[in-house]
């Protein structure tokens, strides 16, 4: 069974700084890996996405990595702003059996002007 | 381009009684899926949807059910509400598995 965990769990830093968030799963047969962005009470919106072939992609000052065979992935943001607060989720979408997304509990960003 | 559409956004039931909550996939998308979002339970797999038939069903009661129509719009309904089914209800489309999922605004269903 997929398990999806994300580290921290919450993160505080100042405007301007680079921050790396953590994203590990457990099973590596997935089709791709999602990065979400949920504001309070809204939906999400999708940041990126890598599928299980790649290493990266990146978006503006976004950067999403995956390693399958490690079972990790990481979203690289460069020069905070305070606009980046907002909780971030990662999803695996599983490749066997019921193709679902499985998120993790999501890393909750503020960023300080 | 639209989006995916998710009607109503905002429900206040009683308990007992029951809800149907809609949502129109992005035009073309045939894959259809429902989560659950809780703060203690975090988002949750509801049910999957692809070409008016469901393909996977998460671990919730019989209570939650689904379909989806021939023009791939889905709905979801749930009976017998409980105040613990007090959540932010999510839809999502996409187009094949190798495509990222693409989510509504969502619909806030709070049971008292």
């Known amino acids: 069974k997929q398990e999806v965990t994300q580290i921290p769990a919450a993160l505080s830093v100042p405007e301007g700084e680079n921050l790396v968030l953590n994203c590990s799963f457990t099973d590596s047969a997935i089709y791709n890996l999602q990065w979400f962005r949920q504001d309070p009470g809204k939906g999400l919106t999708s940041l990126l996405l890598?599928?299980?072939?790649?290493r990266e992609q990146t978006s503006g000052r976004l950067n999403a990595s995956l390693d399958k065979s490690s079972g990790r992935s990481t979203l690289y943001i460069a020069a905070s702003q305070p606009g980046d607060s907002a909780t971030y989720l990662c999803a695996a979408r599983d490749q066997g059996g019921s193709e679902k997304l499985v998120f993790g509990k999501g890393t909750k960003l503020t960023v300080n002007p | 381009k639209a989006g995916v559409t998710q009607t109503p956004r905002y429900l206040i039931k009683t308990r007992g009684q029951q809800v149907t909550l809609s949502c129109s996939p992005i035009s073309g998308h045939r894959s259809v899926s429902w989560y659950q979002q809780t703060p203690g339970q975090g988002l949750q797999f509801l049910f999957e949807y692809f070409s008016e038939t469901q393909r996977n069903k998460g671990n919730f009661p019989g209570r939650f059910s689904g379909r989806q129509f021939s023009n791939s719009r889905s709905e979801m309904n749930v009976s017998t509400l409980e105040l613990g089914d007090s959540a932010l209800y999510l839809c999502?489309?996409?187009?094949?598995?190798?495509?990222?999922?693409?989510f509504g605004s969502g619909t806030r269903l709070t049971v008292v």
């Open positions: 999502a489309s996409s187009l094949v598995q190798t495509y990222g999922y693409t």
């Open positions: 890598i599928q299980s072939s790649q």
